[in-house]
């Protein structure tokens, strides 16, 4: 089985950091192939990042289609996951999406911890498009400088456990998620240092997507997932621009 790691950043530190966390869960003979992003920001941040990424996975999935089982949008606010389900036929899978499901089995109310003040109200409005809100019990971000996205799990290692620990004792999180493709991995190293399950977005992205290619679901004819028809396009790349005009067979 192989599985696409699409990292709509353009940090080739956090997709290393994505693919050996999910390395971690993967089962033996799934292949889980890293792709960067090769335009936009180190890391996503705010609504205007996202949109931004959304474009640039879009893209990064048709160059890619054809060489894997599925795919996982690797940033923790799935841009472009919406618009890539409408327009391709594989299994794709949320980062963030995956990491609520996930955490929904775990307990009754997950918080988010995240490393970066900014994050807050987009991924409060992610939270919300999934129609999980009900379920979250408090979204809480860190206010820190920090100066290397590639290491800011272990810069803020200390600060982001007592952060997930006051989720737990004044907002009465049940599960927490470490959210963030550059936290990947820091679940599993802090698992002991917080009374609750931690939930890695990543590693839940990977077991969900592997589940998926084993259930082999249809690709929707109708509904708000069916293929869009075919459109003609100006300035996008050739893979994407085939794929919308349905010149991909």
Known sequence: MKILIANPNTSTGVTD???ASGRLVASAGTELI????????????????????????????????GTF????????????LGGARE???FPIVGMAE????????????????????????????IVAWHGLSGRCAAIRMLDTSFTNINA???????LLVDLANRTVTDNGADVVILAGAPLAGLATKLRDRVPVPLVDGIQAAVAMAEGLVRL?????????????????????SKALA????????
């Open 242 to 249: 085939d794929v919308i005009g349905h010149k991909d067979a």
């Open 17 to 19: 950091r994505l693919v």
């Open 69 to 80: 089982d599925a795919a996982v949008c690797a940033a923790f606010g799935d841009p472009g």
């Open 152 to 158: 800011v799990a272990e810069e803020m290692e200390q």
């Open 98 to 125: 995956a990491a609520m499901l996930v955490a929904c089995t775990l307990g009754r109310s997950f918080s988010i911890v995240s490393f970066a003040k900014a994050l807050e109200p987009w991924f409060a409005e």
């Open 216 to 236: 082999n679901p249809r690709k929707a004819t109708v509904g708000t997932y069916r293929r869009p028809g075919p459109k003609d396009s100006t300035g996008l």
């Open 34 to 65: 890293p792709m960067t992003a090769p335009r936009g920001v180190p890391y996503i941040a705010t609504r205007a990042e996202a949109a931004i990424g959304s474009a640039v996975m879009l893209e990064m999935l048709a160059e890619k289609r």
């Open 87 to 89: 327009l391709f036929d």
